[in-house]
T-cell receptor, first 117, second 114 residues
């Protein structure tokens, strides 16, 4: 079974600075996808960024980028130029590439990000 | 994603009552996933359904919980004889098919058992 671990229950960052959230995972599969989701107080799950395991290039979405280290099974999220609206709970998630799993996700425990003005 | 509709948003039940949570997937989506989020925890997979079929129920508690996704109408997560430990946020996600990369989430139903 796959597991996802987020070792930082809480992180804080000053507005306009950069913060990195850590995530490691365990799997025996070679084909899979990794995600970062943001959950603000509204509870809505918002997809931040996605990485396909077969792609060596790290995914980037505006101020959000990942550092995907497949051999180390590490998938960290970097938020640049942090904004007050980035404050939320962030979840790392794993999706198997097996079709029988569909789009089922395995989540980490989350990291609560605080952005200080 | 506002396209996945869950209702009610908040549900209060007394111990021993039944809770019925509804999820209408995005238009054109035939695959639904239910997750439970206990306070201060991440989301945990419960069940994966396709129209009229349960594909994977490995995350469902063995007793009191059931799910369905009929040919017509929303998917229903049913909890019988609720207990305080069932208090949680329940999320539904949908995808167009089993091979799609991404599933889209609803806003969740917060169940409180008093």
């Amino acid at each position: 079974a796959q597991t996802v671990t987020q070792s930082q229950p809480e992180m804080s960052v000053q507005e306009a600075e950069t913060v990195t959230l850590s995530c490691t995972y365990d799997t025996s599969e070679s084909d899979y996808y990794l995600f970062w989701y943001k959950q603000p107080p509204s509870r809505q799950m918002i997809l931040v960024i996605r990485q396909e395991a077969y792609k060596q290039q790290n995914a980037t979405e505006n101020r959000f980028s990942v550092n995907f280290q497949k051999a180390a099974k590490s998938f960290s999220l970097k938020i640049s130029d942090s904004q007050l609206g980035d404050a939320a709970m962030y979840f790392c998630a794993y999706r198997s590439g097996r079709r029988s799993s569909g789009s089922r996700l395995t989540f980490g425990e989350g990291t609560q990000l605080t952005v200080n003005p | 994603n506002a396209g996945v509709m869950q209702n009610p948003r908040h549900l209060v039940r007394r111990r021993g009552q039944e809770a019925r949570l509804r999820c209408s997937p995005m238009k054109g989506h035939s695959h639904v996933y239910w997750y439970r989020q206990l306070p201060e925890e991440g989301l945990k997979f419960m069940v994966y359904l396709q129209k009229e079929n349960i594909i994977d129920e490995s995350g469902m508690p063995k007793e009191r919980f059931s799910a369905e996704f009929p040919k017509e109408g929303p998917s229903i997560l049913r909890i019988q004889q609720v207990v305080r430990g069932d208090s949680a946020a329940y999320f539904c996600a949908s995808s167009p098919n089993g091979g799609s990369t991404e599933a889209f989430f609803g806003q969740g139903t917060r169940l409180t058992v008093v």
